[in-house]
């Protein structure tokens, strides 16, 4: 999969992330999706080492790591997108990851395999997100995973998925491919999301 074949160097790292302003010691982002492994990945390819075990069972999990003199906290989730959880059991994985994300993340990247995103899990996440905050999509960024089987033209295919779509348009049209993306890039759309945001956190 693209984007995972080196440990990114936190050296290079130091311009991107001083776009962060001077008040904020700490980037806080939920990693949300239709699979656990693909964002287990994209968490570990932020980290820069495998701090989240991608064939492990999906839970509630959080951890950080530095980059320069600013530290960034990643809170996986449970695979919240799945039809058969119930009411109560959704609500209570929201408040652990509430908890974790605590006092509230910056913005949700929402690491989506366009192949397997249904319109039924296109719904459970927009219900996730409106669990969370009502303004989550204000915070969110889509990171768009690399296709299992790539052919001619799959970005445009994939962009043009009818879930996938909807998403991109409620997130403002923020959007990434995660093939070829390099980290810096990455760290900054992040911090984008935060700025448009008046550097404010979600309020739960």
Same mark, same amino acid.
């Given at each position: 999969?693209?984007?995972?074949?080196?440990? #990114?160097?936190?050296?290079?790292?130091?311009?991107?992330?001083?776009?962060?302003? #001077?008040?904020?010691?700490?980037?806080?982002?939920?990693?949300?999706?239709?699979?656990?492994?693909?964002?287990?990945?994209?968490?570990?390819?932020?980290?820069?080492?495998? /701090?989240?075990?991608?064939?492990?069972?999906?839970?509630?999990?959080?951890?950080?790591?530095?980059?320069?003199?600013? /530290?960034?906290?990643?809170?996986?989730?449970?695979?919240?997108?799945?039809?058969?959880?119930?009411?109560?059991?959704?609500?209570?994985?929201?408040?652990?990851?509430?908890?974790?994300?605590?006092?509230?993340?910056?913005?949700?990247?929402?690491?989506?395999?366009?192949?397997?995103?249904?319109?039924?899990?296109?719904?459970?996440?927009?219900?996730?997100?409106?669990?969370?905050?009502?303004?989550?999509?204000?915070?969110?960024?889509?990171?768009?995973?690399?296709?299992?089987?790539?052919?001619?033209?799959?970005?445009?295919?994939?962009?043009?998925?009818?879930?996938?779509?909807?998403?991109?348009?409620?997130?403002?049209?923020?959007?990434?491919?995660?093939?070829?993306?390099?980290?810096?890039?990455?760290?900054?759309?992040?911090?984008?999301?935060?700025?448009?945001?008046?550097?404010?956190?979600?309020?739960?």
């Amino acid at each position: 999969m693209g984007g995972t074949s080196s440990v #990114p160097d936190r050296r290079q790292l130091s311009s991107s992330f001083e776009f962060l302003p #001077p008040d904020m010691s700490e980037l806080r982002v939920v990693l949300l999706g239709n699979s656990w492994s693909e964002r287990s990945s994209v968490g570990n390819f932020i980290l820069g080492q495998p /701090k989240f075990n991608t064939n492990g069972k999906p839970c509630c999990v959080r951890f950080q790591g530095q980059l320069i003199d600013k /530290k960034i906290v990643l809170i996986n989730t449970p695979d919240l997108l799945h039809p058969n959880i119930p009411d109560d059991k959704l609500t209570q994985y929201v408040e652990n990851c509430v908890t974790l994300s605590a006092p509230g993340p910056h913005v949700f990247l929402l690491v989506l395999q366009p192949e397997d995103l249904t319109e039924e899990q296109k719904r459970n996440l927009c219900r996730v997100l409106q669990l969370f905050s009502d303004q989550s999509f204000h915070h969110s960024l889509v990171l768009i995973s690399t296709p299992r089987q790539e052919s001619l033209g799959f970005m445009e295919k994939y962009r043009e998925h009818p879930p996938l779509k909807d998403i991109i348009k409620k997130c403002n049209y923020r959007f990434l491919w995660y093939k070829n993306l390099e980290l810096a890039e990455l760290l900054t759309r992040l911090v984008q999301v935060v700025k448009q945001n008046n550097e404010k956190h979600v309020e739960h």
